[in-house]
């Protein structure tokens, strides 16, 4: 574990899982993808009726917990089929390694920027008031380069794992895990 300003990270769990507010992330909030190590704050709350994004570079499902804030009982609201038609920041953001490799697929970021225009979509109509993002770790790097501030208002937790292809159960324990 890697100490950041008062918190520890944790693998594959980032800083806004327990945030309760609704005011935009410091920078520095994500940093190391901490998280609070007091006692109440050491487990994800998904708050009832919250949404779960779950993306990778070529899934999009979303879901929502119909059960307690501790105990998720997830539920499939929707698995959208969306245009991936925002290629440039791909191009612009591939990290070193994927830019020598040739690895970056183009598609899979075009992809998570086009699930991040749906999010952002319906925060800004009011149609998600809170929401958590499980995606891989690529993708979600590039999601956070697209959120709308009233999408950023309202994550309440982002979990860096591909999960896209497990079955529900799994994914709740995930979450009650990280």
Do not use: W
Request: glycine share 6%; charged share 30%; net charge neutral.
């Amino acid at each position: 574990m890697k100490s950041v300003a008062g918190r520890t990270s944790s693998p594959g769990v980032c800083a806004n899982l327990n945030r309760r507010s609704r005011a935009a992330p410091s920078p520095s909030s994500r940093v190391g993808c901490a998280t609070d190590t007091s006692k109440e704050n050491t487990r994800v709350k998904v708050p009832h009726k919250a949404h779960v994004a779950l993306v990778d570079g070529e899934r999009f499902v979303l879901l929502r917990n119909d059960g307690q804030i501790f105990e998720p009982k997830l539920s499939k609201v929707s698995e959208p089929n969306l245009d991936p038609s925002n290629y440039s920041a791909g191009v612009k953001h591939q990290d070193a390694a994927s830019k020598l490799k040739g690895n970056t697929d183009l598609e899979e970021l075009a992809h998570g920027a086009a699930v991040t225009e749906y999010l952002n979509d319906k925060a800004m109509k009011g149609e998600i008031d809170d929401i958590v993002i499980i995606a891989d770790p690529k993708t979600l790097g590039e999601m956070r380069r697209h959120y709308h501030q009233e999408l950023e208002k309202r994550v309440v937790g982002e979990l860096d794992k591909t999960l896209t292809s497990e079955p529900l159960d799994k994914i709740e324990q995930a979450l009650i895990a990280a």
